[in-house]
Antibody, heavy 121, light 105 residues
Framework: EVKLVESGGGLVQPGGSLRLSCATS????????MSWVRQPPGKALEWLGF??????????EYSASVKGRFTISRDNSQSILYLQMNTLRAEDSATYYC????????????WGQGTSVTVSS | QIVLTQSPAIMSASLGEEITLTCSAS?????MHWYQQKSGTSPKLLIY???NLASGVPSRFSGSGSGTFYSLTISSVEAEDAADYYC????????FGGGTKLEIK
């Protein structure tokens, strides 16, 4: 059974940093791209970025809204995905989801339950 | 960046009604995915690559389209279909539409 479990969310002050984790199981982690998606309360989904699979060198791509502030990485030995978030702003407050991403023309077929981040003083 | 515009923003449907949700892209895309998100839960893949049903999705759901116009149809709405629906493209990075909220009368 494919499982993705996010953790690390919480309350952080503006300008602060936070690292989210996504523990995965039930599939060969290195075969897949992995994406991060967020959703502010009552708003639409927003793709943040992905990290490619082993075959594609684990390279990353980011949306313009977070490029330079957020960094996606992966620990392939433990099948964990990370999202390092720096210089956080109030508008970064959202539920953050990790998702298994087929890459290329494929969909994000499995999602975690999400972890909530609130940026406030 | 390709912008996806979903219509309508809110749809109210009766049980058994056939409905169609649409997604318009600012530039041509090769395929479209659709996700269903029920209140308080994470998104669930509904349709991939425009017209393929994800595992376990009822056959009353179907997808079609090409170029800049795509649609999701529910042939006979059921109470459990109340949810937000999002289209998603990856032809140029990945973007989501703004969503359509489906309410059941």
């Amino acid at each position: 059974e494919v499982k993705l479990v996010e953790s690390g969310g919480g309350l952080v002050q503006p300008g602060g940093s936070l690292r989210l984790s996504c523990a995965t199981s039930g599939f060969t982690f290195t075969d897949y791209y992995m994406s991060w998606v967020r959703q502010p309360p009552g708003k639409a989904l927003e793709w943040l970025g992905f990290i490619r699979n082993k075959a594609n060198g684990y390279t990353t791509e980011y949306s313009a809204s977070v490029k330079g502030r957020f960094t996606i990485s992966r620990d392939n030995s433990q099948s964990i995905l990370y999202l390092q978030m720096n210089t956080l702003r109030a508008e970064d407050s959202a539920t953050y989801y990790c998702a298994r991403d087929g890459g290329g023309n494929y969909a994000m077929d499995y999602w975690g339950q999400g972890t909530s981040v609130t940026v406030s003083s | 960046q390709i912008v996806l515009t979903q219509s309508p923003a809110i749809m109210s449907a009766s049980l058994g009604e056939e409905i169609t949700l649409t997604c318009s892209a600012s530039s041509s895309v090769s395929y479209m995915h659709w996700y269903q998100q029920k209140s308080g839960t994470s998104p669930k893949l509904l349709i991939y690559s425009t017209s393929n049903l994800a595992s376990g999705v009822p056959s009353r759901f179907s997808g079609s389209g090409s170029g800049t116009f795509y649609s999701l149809t529910i042939s006979s709405v059921e109470a459990e279909d109340a949810a937000d629906y999002y289209c998603h493209q990856w032809s140029s990075y990945r973007t989501f539409g703004g969503g359509t909220k489906l309410e059941i009368k």
